[in-house]
């Protein structure tokens, strides 16, 4: 049973440039989150997908977006990168939105902006 | 809002010995669940526990256990005869939950370092 896996593992990008980051859910598992979590710091929420649409966004600019595939796939899209950009990103997947489900997280996306 | 605290910011002991690691939560919600997850310098955060906030029962797996207090608003985390493997970044996390039944974002604390010296 696949879990949560992410790619790439590592990538390193220009200032100003795009970066699209990948995700497949666990088995079974239809709602996938994506975190940002920067040096010494707790994971921060992005967004949430559920049944192809952002259903809960956290306080991030525009310049992050993503979608859900039909197959619950998902992207992490960022947009003119910033220094600041640079972080862990995770993904978690579940099943369904409900709090009652366990929250899987891949081994996250290093990004490095310089 | 919901808000997380771990304050203790780094822990070192010696192998063998037990440790508790705190964590102290707030939220407006009535109905909210409780994770610790555990993260190796790989960076995949490993899960360890969920408890609902309607289940105060304290739980024990192997050397690890959790004391969940909603008086205290505290769902602490203890490792008996620490072991060298444990030695990782774990987090406490907190997800409150809409009228509609759906879980808000997992919120987490800044983690605590734990360092289990041979």
């Known amino acids: 049973d696949a879990g949560v896996t992410q790619s790439p593992t590592h990538l390193i990008k220009t200032r100003g440039q795009q970066v699209t980051l990948r995700c497949s859910p666990k088995?079974?598992?239809?709602?996938v989150s994506w975190y940002q979590q920067a040096l010494g710091q707790g994971p921060q929420f992005i967004f949430q997908y559920y049944e192809e649409e952002e259903r809960q966004r956290g306080n991030f600019p525009d310049r992050f977006s993503g979608h859900q595939f039909p197959n619950y796939s998902s992207e992490l899209n960022v947009n003119a990168l910033l220094l600041g950009d640079s972080a862990l990103y995770l993904c978690?997947?579940?099943?369904?939105?409900?709090?009652?489900?366990?929250?899987?997280f891949g081994e996250g996306s290093w990004l490095t902006v310089v | 809002a919901q808000k997380v605290t771990q304050a203790q910011t780094e822990i070192s002991v010696v192998e063998k010995e037990d440790v508790t690691l705190d964590c102290v939560y707030e939220t407006r919600d009535t109905t909210y669940y409780l994770f610790w997850y555990k993260q190796p310098p790989s960076g995949e955060l490993v899960f360890l526990i969920r408890?609902?906030?309607?289940?105060?029962q304290n739980e024990i797996s192997g050397r690890y256990s959790w004391n969940f207090q909603k008086s205290t608003s505290s769902f602490n985390f203890t490792i008996t005869a620490s072991q060298v493997v444990d030695s990782a970044v774990y987090f406490c996390?907190?997800?409150?939950?809409?009228?509609?039944?759906?879980?808000?974002?997992?919120?987490f604390g800044s983690g605590t370092q734990l360092t289990v010296l041979p």
């Open positions: 996390a907190l997800s409150g939950q809409f009228s509609s039944g759906s879980a808000r974002q997992l919120t």
């Open positions: 088995s079974g598992h239809d709602t």
């Open positions: 978690a997947s579940s099943w369904g939105p409900q709090g009652r489900n366990t929250i899987y």
């Open positions: 408890r609902n906030s309607f289940d105060e």
